[in-house]
């Protein structure tokens, strides 16, 4: 969808460095999300965002920091780089029309970006 | 602990034919359960969400099945095309924190 971009959309990295995901939407959505996704594995939530100020641990957050600069915007860091990360990373966002406040119960739909292959050496 | 299983794990079929795709879960509490499709290289995209209360839900030639008892449910694709070759993704959303857990998919490639 190109309403949410992610930038780059493949970086290969050493072991140890710094990398920065970026992420964009022009959907005006509050809620914006962070996934990886593994071969053999379904994905796994990151972390999210609900709005500038609101930021929440996923299920995999350990080795991850994010910032929500913007409204529009949502980024992820690696501080440490390890092979272990190496996946492809999706941004999402979404505009709950109900359940304000609160991830468990709701029913918005999700928009997610073209992903960020990722590959550390 | 909260779990979503496809199956099959791969499907090929021929164009124009019908296939359905299998999703067992184990998330409780239950809030609804998804559907996207992320055809090779791009994100996810959504299907269909049904919660408790819906058994079926349509968009165009795919149809969701939900039965909450059991905790199953299928989509049906009809009439298949080339374009619907993709992975097809069963969510569920639910647990403790409300979170969605991702099935790992079913990689379906349509034939001519």
């Known amino acids: 969808d190109a309403d949410v971009t992610q930038t780059p959309r493949n970086r290969i990295t050493k072991t140890g460095k710094r990398i920065m995901l970026e992420c964009s939407q022009t959907k005006g959505h509050d809620r914006m999300y962070w996934y990886r996704q593994d071969p053999g594995l379904g994905l796994r939530l990151i972390y999210y965002?609900?709005?500038?100020?609101?930021?929440n641990k996923g299920e995999i957050s350990d080795g991850y920091s994010v910032s929500r600069q913007a409204q529009a915007k949502f980024s992820l860091s690696l501080e440490s780089a390890i092979p272990n990360q190496t996946a492809l990373y999706f941004c999402a966002t979404s505009d709950p029309k109900a359940d304000r406040g609160r991830l468990a119960g709701s029913t918005d739909t999700q928009y997610f970006g073209p992903g960020t292959r990722l590959t550390v050496l | 602990k909260n779990q979503v299983e496809q199956s099959p794990q791969s499907l090929i079929i021929l164009e124009g034919k019908n296939c359905t795709l299998q999703?067992?879960?184990?998330?409780?509490?239950?809030?609804?359960l998804r559907w996207y499709k992320q055809d090779t290289g791009r994100g996810p995209v959504s299907l269909t969400i049904?919660?408790?209360?819906?058994n079926t839900k349509s968009n165009g030639r795919y149809t969701a099945t939900l039965d909450a008892d059991t905790k199953q449910s299928s989509l049906h694709i009809t009439a298949s095309q080339l374009s619907d070759s993709a992975s097809y993704i069963c969510v569920v959303s639910g647990g403790s924190q409300g979170n969605l857990i991702f099935g790992k998919g079913t990689k379906l490639s349509v034939k001519p």
């Open positions: 965002s609900f709005d500038v100020k609101d930021i």
């Open positions: 049904m919660t408790f209360s819906e």
């Open positions: 999703c067992n879960y184990t998330v409780s509490p239950f809030s609804n």
